[in-house]
């Protein structure tokens, strides 16, 4: 890329990020029959929860020192959490929280856990919840709880389906994330980019993958399961699912499946897709264990854009991830508890875009997070 071009990019890069997140998702992919059918019948248990939960929100203040703040995690270990909470506790601080009033738990990765930290906060009278959950399908179970305490509440990272979401009209309760649809989308666009005769090793005139999938529950997992095989398939590509595994996120799991599969199939795999780059760092050890050479016989992509991935891309060890900007989804979360606690109307869900990272921008990517 010339010098031009890369000034273009990281212009374009900085805006994006600066840009932040949107309360419009007008331009989000359409969405699933699954999550159509989940909207069909709302849950029987939403009765018992208050009609509305503004008459008990906190009053209006500008003052944010007094303000106390509970943030649930799903589990600490997780590379891309770790960052966003971070930054997330990093910001409040900077718009006038105070350090000791913000409390951020560890949710183990279970999920009752999870719910008592939960208690624990609203017998605390938190002012505000922000909670990325262990579980979405549990998210019905929060928001009653956190409702029908008068505690506004601030999801992050792991989307409520649209059933859950459709009972938050007259409540103070948000989701702030990414759309996992266009994350997967962009990974598959990524090889696809590539064109056939550049990732067809074994010539039979198709993308042959495998997909390490991560918690089969989640619907970032699902999505960018789905969504990055029809990006090739939308390209006209024909493709071959040699093999799917789960690996929960984690980068060992990520390491022994591909291990797994590449002793099993060798060389009928011609890319590696990963829900995460977690995952993909763990797929890439053992891709080279195995003597295989990402971009000569066999490709890797994750998502997140983490330091070590966006490395491994420059260094050609990996092939691209798409940037999980935890940085704009860290603030707006943070922007969202700050208009509840003021008491000021937030939209229902704000959405932040991914960017695809390859060779090109990798280190823009890199330089933004510094």
């Not at 990020?17 to 248990?45: E, I, V, W």
């Not at 009752?112 to 998210?139: C, R, W, Y």
């Not at 690996?247 to 591909?258: A, F, K, T």
């Not at 797994?260 to 264990?289: H, P, R, T």
């Amino acid at each position: 890329m010339n010098k031009f071009l890369k000034g273009a990019a990281a212009a374009l890069l900085s805006i994006t990020m600066l840009a932040g997140c949107s309360s419009d998702a007008s331009s989000a992919p359409a969405s699933t029959g699954t999550a159509s059918s989940a909207a069909a019948s709302t849950p029987a248990s939403s009765a018992a929860a208050p009609a509305s939960s503004e008459a008990t929100t906190p009053a209006a203040s500008d003052d944010l020192s007094t303000k106390k703040v509970g943030v649930c995690i799903y589990k600490y270990d997780d590379n891309f959490m770790t960052l966003f909470r971070q930054e997330l506790e990093k910001y409040l601080i900077s718009q006038g929280f105070a350090k000791e009033n913000i409390t951020i738990v560890d949710g183990k990765n279970d999920q009752s856990e999870q719910t008592g930290q939960i208690s624990n906060f609203i017998n605390q009278k938190v002012d505000v919840l922000i909670v990325n959950p262990v579980n979405s399908s549990s998210a019905e179970t929060i928001t009653d709880m956190v409702v029908e305490a008068g505690i506004p509440l601030v999801y992050i990272n792991r989307e409520p389906d649209e059933a859950e979401q459709s009972r938050w009209t007259d409540w103070n309760v948000t989701y702030v994330g990414a759309d996992a649809r266009q994350s997967g989308t962009m990974q598959g666009e990524i090889i696809a980019d590539l064109g056939l005769d550049a990732v067809d090793f074994n010539g039979n005139g198709k993308i042959d993958y495998i997909m390490i999938k991560g918690d089969p529950e989640n619907v970032d997992a699902q999505y960018r399961t789905e969504y990055s095989i029809k990006a090739l398939e939308d390209a006209g590509l024909e493709v071959n699912n040699v093999d799917t595994q789960v690996g929960m996120w984690d980068q060992s799991e990520g390491q022994r499946l591909v291990a797994n599969s590449l002793g099993q199939y060798g060389n009928d795999i011609e890319v590696v897709f990963c829900n995460n780059d977690a995952m993909a760092m763990g797929a890439k050890q053992s891709i080279e264990a195995a003597g295989r050479v990402v971009g000569k016989d066999i490709y890797l992509v994750g998502v997140d854009a983490l330091s070590e991935a966006c490395e491994a891309i420059l260094e050609g060890t990996m092939t691209g991830t798409v940037f999980n900007d935890h940085i704009g989804q860290s603030h707006s979360a943070a922007d969202a508890a700050i208009a509840f606690v003021k008491g000021e109307k937030v939209d229902k869900k704000i959405v932040c875009d991914y960017v695809k990272v390859t060779a090109d921008n990798a280190q823009d990517i890199l330089d933004s997070l510094k």
